[in-house]
T-cell receptor, first 113, second 115 residues
Framework: AQKITQTQPGMFVQEKEAVTLDCTYDTSDQSYGLFWYKQPSSGEMIFLIY??????QNATEGRYSLNFQKARKSANLVISASQLGDSAMYFC??????????FGTGTSLTVIP | GAGVSQSPRYKVAKRGQDVALRCDPI?????LFWYQQALGQGPEFLTY????????KSGLPSDRFFAERPEGSVSTLKIQRTQQEDSAVYLC?????????????FGPGTRLTVT
């Protein structure tokens, strides 16, 4: 079974609108971390936001927020007030007990002016 | 300050050649990770070092892949007898000791094309 599932290969959003990128995960561990990374065409993975499995509140970082629904095992990324520079690939990832990170297949986001 | 650097940025190898990919982590970063990212996919874990010790190499796809970090700083990922399926971007990431787990910094990657 896939550890991380991202079901949206591509998404479009109008500039200044909000967009939600979906992510579901699969783990039997009680302690884990969830991450979102942005990968522009230059190739670097840029950390956006983190949610620990024991964190009771949803994580927020500026225009990014993580909609964490533990029972549903979902960790959707919400980007508010989209900007043209947000166009990139977005990866959801999870770390379980060890040091391995499991990444999803990514969602390509295009912001339309 | 300088981030994680990788060299070369692009490498073309003929099938059967050996290649060596270099990663220079951020100075003082104890943990170092290698990932393989095939076209259109997310990164997949290859191996993990803490200082010079390779603590996890469970993601290395075959015995043709070998990684080392002899002095606990620079790391080299070596692929012997390259195959077409080895074509991918190889990403390196590093993390400071005691850092929060999300404080993992990635390099720009090396794009390997095997012809």
């Amino acid at each position: 079974a896939q550890k991380i599932t991202q079901t949206q290969p591509g998404m479009f959003v109008q500039e200044k609108e909000a967009v939600t990128l979906d992510c579901t995960y699969d783990t039997s561990d009680q302690s884990y971390g969830l991450f979102w990374y942005k990968q522009p065409s230059s190739g670097e993975m840029i950390f956006l936001i983190y949610q620990g499995s024991y964190d009771e509140q949803n994580a927020t970082e500026g225009r990014y927020s993580l909609n964490f629904q533990k029972a549903r095992k979902s960790a959707n990324l919400v980007i508010s007030a989209s900007q043209l520079g947000d166009s990139a690939m977005y990866f959801c990832a999870m770390r379980e007990g060890g040091n391995q990170f499991y990444f999803g297949t990514g969602t390509s986001l295009t912001v339309i002016p | 300050g300088a981030g994680v650097s990788q060299s070369p940025r692009y490498k073309v190898a003929k099938r059967g050649q050996d290649v060596a990919l270099r990663c220079d982590p951020i100075s003082g970063h104890v943990s170092l990770f290698w990932y393989q990212q095939a076209l259109g996919q997310g990164p997949e874990f290859l191996t993990y070092f803490q200082n010079e010790a390779q603590l996890d190499k469970s993601g290395l796809p075959s015995d043709r892949f070998f990684a080392e970090r002899p002095e606990g700083s620079v790391s080299t990922l070596k692929i012997q007898r390259t195959q077409q399926e080895d074509s991918a971007v190889y990403l390196c990431a590093s993390r400071f000791s005691g850092a929060r787990e999300y404080e993992q910094y990635f390099g720009p990657g090396t794009r390997l094309t095997v012809t």
